[in-house]
């Protein structure tokens, strides 16, 4: 969902809008018909926040989850193939949109869980478990687990809450041996990005990627991979079980939405605000601090 239309790229039409991402499909120069293999992903500067896509922009957000999700598919090559094509795009998106390969997606949430809090730790409160897996007893809000666990969840329509998915409904939707493939991967990639992550001093509490077949079948990670928006970041040097741990980036947008200044009332139902400048200014400048920590590269 939009709140202000696409933009216009020549050479491009416009085939779907995500919650942040604006999807093109490249035109065939010799025919005028869109290619049915490659899209261009455009990711823009909106930012959603308790579920609304707030009205303020985020400059340059969508420059750095592009920037990040190159660098992190990098990282994983050796792991998982990925979709990446070419980063030689239109120059109105320089930075923030690349050519991917257009893949048929899996009906999927792929959620992989290090660190304890959010639903999962409902599900620990309540039963023991995280998507039926059986933990250890005694770990509190923000506790790291043994390992990653994959808690994959509905791909909801937009507008609707993602629901929890049993594994066994992901074995019956996309078979058992597809299901063990993505659960493996989403693990192995949650755990690689905390052993590169943690000695940056970020912690990657929990994500959420997305897989895609090819035309051969072959499993490739798509979308964006262990950014802000796909991720819980927490500060290392911050981390302490026991309570909620402050969130990387959200945190003033959150903080201040919820504070008597913004006027807002969460349970309303009505859509929050717009932001003012300095609230902008310092989400921007964590989700820059977060990939030059990361990358270790200055932005911009
Ligand atoms: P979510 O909250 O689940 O990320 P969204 O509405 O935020 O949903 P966006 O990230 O804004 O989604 O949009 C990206 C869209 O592009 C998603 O629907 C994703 O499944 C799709 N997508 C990403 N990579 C590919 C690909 N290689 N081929 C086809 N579709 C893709
Ligand atoms: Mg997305």
């Not at 239309?5 to 018909?33: F, I, N, Q, W």
């Not at 693990?187 to 897989?211: H, P, S």
Request: some cysteine.
């Amino acid at each position: 969902m939009t709140t202000s239309a696409p933009l216009e790229l020549p050479g491009y039409a416009h085939v779907y809008s995500g919650k942040v991402r604006d999807l093109y499909a490249p035109l065939d120069p010799a025919t005028g018909e869109a290619r049915a293999d490659q899209l261009l992903l455009v990711a823009s500067d909106r930012l959603s926040a308790f579920d609304f896509i707030l009205d303020s922009p985020i400059p340059d957000k969508g420059a750095v989850l592009t920037q990040l999700s190159l660098w992190w598919f990098e990282q994983l090559e050796d792991l998982v193939p990925n979709h990446v094509v070419s980063t030689d795009v239109p120059a109105e998106v320089a930075g923030r949109a690349v050519l991917v390969r257009r893949l048929e997606m899996l009906p999927v949430e792929c959620v992989a869980r290090a660190y304890l809090t959010g639903g999962g730790l409902r599900e620990y409160q309540a039963d023991g478990t995280v998507s039926g897996v059986r933990l250890p007893e005694g770990l509190v809000d923000g506790s790291r687990l043994p390992e990653p666990v994959f808690t994959p969840s509905t791909k909801a329509p937009v507008g609707e809450h993602d629901q929890p998915m049993p594994y066994a409904a992901v074995e019956a939707e996309i078979g058992p041996d597809l299901a063990a493939r993505v659960r493996d991967l989403t693990t192995a990639i949650l755990a690689r990005g905390n052993e590169i992550a943690t000695e940056r001093g970020i912690l990657i509490a929990d994500t959420k990627v997305e897989f895609g077949l090819d035309a051969d079948g072959s499993v490739l990670l798509a979308d964006e991979v262990l950014t802000p928006d796909s991720s819980r970041f927490w500060p290392a040097d911050l981390w302490e079980p026991g309570h909620p741990q402050p969130s990387y980036d959200k945190e003033y947008v959150r903080e201040w939405l919820t504070s008597p200044d913004s006027g807002w009332d969460k349970a309303s139902g009505e859509a929050p605000p717009s932001l003012p400048g300095d609230v902008v200014e310092r989400t921007r400048a964590k989700y820059v601090e977060a990939y030059e920590r990361l990358t270790g590269r200055s932005f911009g």
